[in-house]
């Protein structure tokens, strides 16, 4: 079992910065399994940024320049910078843990309001 706790969400103007963060516990831990996903409302939910196997990462083309995704891994903690926010930035976004015969496991998820 695996343990997500987000942190780091608020409210910011149009051009803003958010750093959010997702602490994993649990037995069994790989950055590389970890990754951030957003919701809007009457939206699905949709990929962010995550790591992949080997430590690569992948972006969703509407981020990319604007956020970036890292990890601390004595900290057991992936991070995710978020500059130049927009209104439609404006979600909750969950922290993913997806590892592959083990299961997959979402945090609570926090809440980034961006206002024009």
């Known amino acids: 079992q695996v343990q997500l706790v987000e942190s780091g969400g608020g409210a910011v103007q149009a051009g803003g910065s958010l750093r959010l963060s997702c602490v994993a516990s649990?037995?069994?831990?790989?950055?590389?399994?970890m990754g951030w996903y957003r919701q809007a409302p009457g939206n699905q939910r949709e990929l962010v940024a995550r790591?992949?196997?080997?430590?690569?990462?992948t972006y969703a083309d509407s981020v990319k320049g604007r956020f970036t995704i890292s990890g601390d891994v004595a900290k057991r903690t992936a991070y995710l910078q978020m500059s130049s926010l927009t209104p439609e930035d404006t979600a909750i976004y969950y922290c993913n843990y997806d590892h592959a015969g083990v299961g997959v496991f979402w945090g609570q998820g926090t809440q980034v309001t961006v206002s024009s």
């Open positions: 790591f992949l196997t080997g430590g690569s990462t």
């Open positions: 649990g037995s069994i831990f790989s950055i590389n399994r």
